[in-house]
T-cell receptor
Framework: TQLLEQSPQFLSIQEGENLTVYCNSS?????LQWYRQEPGEGPVLLVT?????EVKKLKRLTFQFGDARKDSSLHITAAQPGDTGLYLC???????????FGKGTLLTVNP | GAVVSQHPSRVICKSGTSVKIECRSL??????MFWYRQFPKQSLMLMAT?????????EQGVEKDKFLINHASLTLSTLTVTSAHPEDSSFYIC??????????????FGPGTRLTVL
């Protein structure tokens, strides 16, 4: 069974601060996806990383996939209240299309 | 593109009744759809994998006779919660797998269905 450890589980910061969310596993994933979910809605895909060492940027969000494709990080620069939400990482196994989800990081950005 | 819809968005039912939830991929064909369950402030738990034209594959601990899944076409999968009980109250989310390239499949999620069983 593939497991993804996501940390921190809860994060409350002030507007303008930077933060990093981590996803770690002992398993190799063929790809890793980051989602953001707001209360009462489904997760919305932010990015998919596929290649070991890959870095992708989405405005103030920077995503990195570890060289060994076992871990990933999400860094947010100058967080804004609109960034508040549940951030989920999910790894896709190499033998099937199932996603293994981390437990999520509930981010609150206070104005 | 890659929009997935769910219907209904909210449903309240009495204990013992059955509830059907629909999941549709609106602008792409999805040979594989997934059904998840999510409790408040928790992550998504995969319930089953639904393949068009074949029986669904259920995760360990999920009762297939209670959660009936039908994937009749490449754009529609349904989840029926039979004889619902209050403990079945949850947020049910589907996703549809969209093949972006030979080596990459991406799951796009529906907006979820909030089920409340009284």
């Amino acid at each position: 069974t593939q497991l993804l450890e996501q940390s921190p589980q809860f994060l409350s910061i002030q507007e303008g601060e930077n933060l990093t969310v981590y996803c770690n596993s002992s398993s190799v994933f063929s790809s890793l996806q980051w989602y953001r979910q707001e209360p009462g809605e489904g997760p919305v895909l932010l990015v998919t990383v596929v290649t070991g060492g890959e870095v992708k940027k989405l405005k103030r969000l920077t995503f990195q996939f570890g060289d060994a494709r076992k871990d990933s990080s999400l860094h947010i620069t100058a967080a804004q209240p609109g960034d508040t939400g549940l951030y989920l990482c999910a790894g896709e196994g190499s033998s099937n299309y199932k996603l293994t989800f981390g437990k999520g990081t509930l981010l609150t950005v206070n104005p | 593109g890659a929009v997935v819809s769910q219907h209904p968005s909210r449903v309240i039912c009495k204990s013992g009744t059955s509830v059907k939830i629909e999941c549709r991929s609106l602008d792409f064909q999805a040979t594989t759809m997934f059904w998840y369950r999510q409790f408040p402030k928790q992550s998504l738990m995969l319930m089953a994998t639904s393949n068009e034209g074949s029986k669904a594959t259920y995760e360990q601990g999920v009762e297939k006779d209670k959660f009936l899944i039908n994937h009749a076409s490449l754009t529609l999968s349904t989840l029926t919660v039979t004889s619902a009980h209050p403990e079945d109250s949850s947020f049910y989310i589907c996703s549809a797998s969209h093949r972006l390239s030979l080596s990459q499949d991406t799951q796009y999620f529906g907006p979820g269905t909030r089920l409340t069983v009284l």
